[in-house]
Nanobody
Framework: QVQFVESGGGLVQPGDSLRLSCAAL????????AAWYRQTPGNQRELVAS???????DYADSVKGRFTISRDNGKNTVYLQMNNLKPEDTAVYYC????????WGQGTQVTVST
């Protein structure tokens, strides 16, 4: 059974940093491309960052230069380091494979506000 467990979100001020973590069960990130997605109320989930099996990475234009995706194969965990956060980064963040499976975790809320 596939399960994604995201953590690390919180309430921060503009310019602050957060590091999100995603642990997976039933999916081995060593052999799969992974990605972080985010969703705001009333909108579809959007892909924020992805990392291939070969650790090639790609980012949405809105987060390039500020977010970094990485993977720890030994812990089967994917991370998203988010720096210089902006109010428009406020969303629920999810991890999944890329392309995504139908199963999603609970996500972790990131709120950037003064």
């Amino acid at each position: 059974q596939v399960q994604f467990v995201e953590s690390g979100g919180g309430l921060v001020q503009p310019g602050d940093s957060l590091r999100l973590s995603c642990a997976a069960l039933g999916v081995n990130f060593r052999y799969a491309a992974a990605a972080w997605y985010r969703q705001t109320p009333g909108n579809q989930r959007e892909l924020v960052a992805s990392i291939t099996r070969a650790t090639s990475v790609d980012y949405a234009d809105s987060v390039k230069g500020r977010f970094t995706i990485s993977r720890d194969n030994g812990k089967n965990t994917v991370y998203l380091q988010m720096n210089n956060l902006k109010p428009e980064d406020t969303a629920v963040y999810y991890c999944n494979k890329d392309p995504a499976l139908e199963t999603w975790g609970q996500g972790t809320q990131v709120t950037v506000s003064t």
